[in-house]
């Protein structure tokens, strides 16, 4: 069998950068670019995105059939949430049953999937900026798996049963996870399709 001469990695994408290599946005000019985390060889691209507030794992290659297979559904996508406010029981399950968000084509009801409650606050790396603190009154952390990504999916479920998103790591992709990485950190890997 051919070796492949595809490149692949996975890094934690820090809190306040684009999951783009190019920005060509004249109002965006001062964003921060993953290119500027590491030497990656042309032709990398990110597989799936994560919005500029959101930190975690992402996954980047330069093989486009295996940036497809991550991207479908076929693949489980683990978020940790952090909500403004505890988290009720009602809203999980509501969350975990489906729930009705906006999309560029209109109203969609996602699809069910795995979604629990964080009985501790997950040992995650300080965020480049801080989250309001206690004063301004309790948060929660919850864990959602997906299997879509619909753009700011997570953030928008949990707005709609009334627990706003004050930060989002994603912290598994398939079997890579995120482990003992820190923000801006990247370990190239072998494969991607295991």
Same mark, same amino acid.
Request: proline content about 4%; hydrophobic content about 35%.
């Given at each position: ?20 290599? *190019? ?7 001062? #964003?921060? +670019? ?5 030497? &990656? ?11 500029? $507030?959101?930190?975690?794992?992402? +996954?980047?290659?330069?093989?486009? #059939?295996?940036?497809? &297979?991550?991207?479908?559904?076929? %693949? ?9 406010? *505890? ?5 999980? #399950?509501?969350?975990?049953?489906? *729930?009705? %968000? ?8 996602? #699809? ?18 801080? %989250? ?30 009334? &627990? $706003?998103? +004050? ?8 079997? &890579? ?18």
């Amino acid at each position: 069998m051919e070796k492949s001469n595809h490149k692949h990695f996975a890094i934690f994408k820090p809190y306040g950068y684009l999951s783009q290599f *190019v920005n060509n946005q004249t109002k965006r000019a001062n #964003k921060k +670019l993953l290119g500027e985390l590491h030497g &990656f060889p042309e032709g990398t691209m990110a597989i799936g995105r994560l919005d500029e $507030p959101s930190e975690g794992l992402l +996954l980047l290659t330069t093989d486009g #059939k295996a940036s497809e &297979f991550i991207r479908s559904s076929k %693949i489980e996508k683990e978020y940790y949430a952090q909500v403004d406010g *505890v988290i009720t029981s009602k809203a999980l #399950k509501n969350l975990k049953n489906g *729930v009705e %968000i906006s999309t560029d084509t209109g109203k969609y009801i996602t #699809k069910n999937c795995s979604v629990y409650n964080l009985e501790k606050t997950p040992i995650l790396p300080a965020r480049a900026k801080k %989250i309001r603190d206690e004063r301004h009154g309790p948060t929660s952390w919850v864990s959602i798996t997906l299997t879509e990504g619909k753009y700011r999916q997570v953030r928008k479920m949990t707005a709609a049963v009334g &627990f $706003p998103t +004050l930060r989002l790591v994603r912290v598994r992709i398939g079997e &890579f996870s995120i482990n003992n990485m820190q923000p801006g950190e990247v370990i190239e890997v072998n494969n991607l399709i295991k």
